[in-house]
């Protein structure tokens, strides 16, 4: 590449300009054109992530990257059969698209409609993965949002050699080259981060280092979460075998997501009899459990750690547990309050009173009664493909769908009106009537 | 105030907590409350506030704070009136909190529903504005966030003297008093702007200036536009009276409001006829013209000033108007793009294709056709109350209602379920049958 960030960026932006008023049927053509052409060019898309693999051996010697990141950089004929799938997964979702999220009739022929329409432009910043690149683009190319992709410099050659097969399908298809572009080399990433007139969303995909990174140093919303400190509340009302079951479910499934749980509170009216065959349950499982003293004192004679009070707010990421024995549900939620971050909170009772007071006063993007956290997952959610998780409040909370990578904006059909003829002594009064949308979704 | 800035942000957050557990009813009764003892103590707030312009006139000498500040800081028994008034209407506006807006059955027994919830804590800063304390404080109350006001030293006493009464109506009506809060001092400004971990949005209330120095200064989500470039398109297909009408209401109604129309694009098939009664037009109502280089030739002979190119991203605020004579709507739409601010835009054509047309490829919160940008407003949308208007695309975009300040979270209920059962090769399949809402809105 030899233009500059900045004026990919500015063709980025003409592109997304082109891509807002587009057909549907051409961007899905375009998503499943490229997915054919990445199948006929499997061999030299083979070669390019050997050389990258060679190159990223070197890398994973001098510590460069983690093992972690070494083992998802390889392509295989499996990995990408399911990177095509998955494109064409995308491409038959349900246009996120010119949905009519509301409409009032104003006045007589003066209507108002609030209808979705596509961010913009999207900055991608990935490490390792080669599925982020064609995932990423067929998110962005269903949603009509032009993409910049940012490749760690392990994955360099191999993402090249795809986003070059993407913008012969954009060609191929009459779409303009420019809604999918690649960026290399670490400073290309301050620059992408300082564009907030050209960028409309940031999504870090890769380390949670990189997601704190990125989120340290823009001003542009970021779509991503760094931490996932989930906790487990066992109500004095609680099925004990359900708790154990949702707490192994939600500790052991897949220990390094963010949905895992960290931290189980117990009720201290069943703590008594629930600890014991908890530790049991979860040493079978190879659980390491840490504990606050109740816990301990319950559990003496069990080799369980303290927990140190910042201990509390830690993201194992492991096969670790912290218990901690509450004595009501408002100090378990005062805990999942001070310690937690906002993602999943769950209460496992029979008690659908305390169920729903939980459920209502816990502030977080999910609060699941008898259920394990692990489903807090747009797949799961149903949404179809899932763009991220945020932790944020604001735009998009919880597992993100193609929904996210929207905006909307306010349509008005008038016949000449005027608005100083609705103010004043002799206003025309505005009818505000509520019409019906005719939305695929609420 | 003794306490730090830190310790009431703290407190509010707590507060917050309450509040969002609290019934809706419980928060419209404190408004009314608040109203109810504002009409009650209405000397004692005069008296505060003829202190606070007594004070206020030095720093008006001073140049401290400018006339239309000083203007804003009066308090009379109308102005009161119209401020109870407006508290009460905030009061009656339907339940901005748990709404459904999806449902969705993930399997029997573990369903998920997405429902409206408060973001937290507001922070409000703002100038001069008596006002801005009541309003804030009502639509935070009707939305169940706390609010943090920080009040420009020009009008401490007043909002101290308010947020005294309305923290009584608070406790009188069991709600957290700290639900509002007051801070006053320009450090505690950089001191809010910086706790991201406390404050969930910040809107500041006040000149263009404020408004940018936010935005600049903070990572917290900003409620808040700092520039309204609006622009009208006269298509060749125009009803010439009509597009005289709409621009001179969207120019002259209010110049300085952040919807009136900036620049004139005129087709040049209708520039020749159209430009002469424009001009004519506009001097009547005594707005300057600013023209291109056609515009001028058009109007050879009369005063029209030539625009610089940067003076095209200008705006005005006043009875000056720039017109630029374009070869097509795709001229026009680049101008558009190039130089406006995304708040409004609106085309005048007969011709509903060239219509459409215009409306789906103009990136701006608000595209309207054939009527006045002025409509661009919370109150004329029908939103009741209108919190601000965002140039932002996330979140919320364009007037934003009472909805813009809250969130969501996912809550689902389940009967034991867990993640593993439902991956891998003997997955139980998820129904993910979307359910209907008994949503008010759509």
């Known amino acids: 590449m030899t233009l500059s960030v900045r004026a990919i960026a500015e063709a980025s932006k003409r592109a997304s300009r082109?891509?807002?008023?587009s057909s549907p049927e051409?961007?899905?053509?375009?998503?499943?054109?490229?997915?054919?052409?990445?199948?006929?060019d499997r061999l030299s898309l083979l070669e390019s992530n050997a050389q990258d693999l060679a190159d990223a051996?070197?890398?994973?010697?001098?510590g460069e990257i983690t093992a972690a990141s070494f083992?998802?950089?390889?392509?295989?004929?499996?990995?990408?059969?399911?990177?095509?799938h998955s494109m064409l997964a995308v491409a038959e979702l349900p246009d996120p698209l010119g949905r009519v999220l509301q409409r009032t009739e104003l006045d007589v022929n003066l209507e108002l409609e609030k209808i979705t329409c596509p961010l913009g432009v999207l900055a991608v910043i990935f490490e390792s993965r080669p599925d982020a690149v064609t995932q990423i683009s067929a998110l962005g190319l269903k949603s009509?949002?032009?993409?910049?992709?940012?490749?760690?410099?392990?994955?360099?050659?191999?993402?090249?050699?795809?986003v070059t097969i993407i913008r012969q399908a954009l060609k191929n298809s009459g779409l303009p080259e420019d809604s999918v572009n690649l960026v290399t080399g670490r400073e290309s990433i301050q620059q992408l981060l300082g564009m907030s007139d050209m960028v409309d969303m940031v999504i870090p995909r890769g380390s949670k280092q990189l997601v704190e990174f990125v989120k340290a140093n823009t001003r542009i919303?970021?779509?991503?979460?760094a931490e996932g400190v989930c906790h487990i509340?066992?109500?004095a009302a609680a099925d004990p075998?359900?708790?154990?079951?949702?707490?192994?479910?939600?500790?052991t499934d897949y220990p390094a997501a963010c949905n895992a749980a960290e931290t189980v509170l117990v009720h201290e009216q069943i703590a008594g009899s629930f600890l014991p065959r908890l530790v049991e349950w979860l040493g079978s499982r190879n659980v390491i459990l840490r504990g606050c003293e109740k816990t301990r004192a319950i559990l003496a004679g069990q080799p369980v750690e303290a927990v140190a009070d910042a201990e509390w707010a830690t993201e194992y990421s492991d096969l670790v547990l912290a218990v901690r024995v509450v004595r009501s549900m408002d100090e378990a939620i005062e805990h999942i309050h001070a310690y937690g971050s906002s993602h999943t909170e769950t209460i496992v009772t029979q008690d659908p009173i305390a169920a729903e007071r939980f459920l209502a006063r816990v502030d977080a993007a999910g609060v699941f009664h008898n259920a394990s956290s692990r489903f807090a997952d747009g797949y799961r959610y149903g949404f179809g493909a899932e763009v991220g998780i945020s932790t944020s409040k604001l735009h998009a909370r919880g597992p993100v769908g193609l929904d996210g990578l929207t905006t909307y904006k306010y349509v008005l059909r008038g016949s000449g009106q005027l608005a100083r003829n609705y103010q004043g002594p002799n206003a025309r009064p505005f009818t505000h009537r509520r019409l019906p949308t005719d939305s695929r979704h609420n």
Do not use: W
């Open 57 to 62: 051996r070197h890398m994973l010697d001098s």
């Open 233 to 235: 509340y066992v109500d």
């Open 71 to 84: 083992e998802r950089l390889g392509l295989t004929d499996k990995k990408l059969a399911e990177m095509t």
């Open 221 to 225: 919303p970021v779509l991503g979460h």
């Open 26 to 40: 051409r961007r899905i053509e375009s998503i499943r054109v490229a997915s054919k052409l990445i199948e006929q």
């Open 144 to 162: 009509a949002n032009a993409v910049i992709l940012k490749a760690g410099r392990e994955v360099e050659r191999t993402a090249s050699a795809l």
């Open 241 to 251: 075998d359900m708790a154990l079951a949702i707490i192994d479910d939600s500790k």
């Open 18 to 21: 082109n891509l807002a008023s």
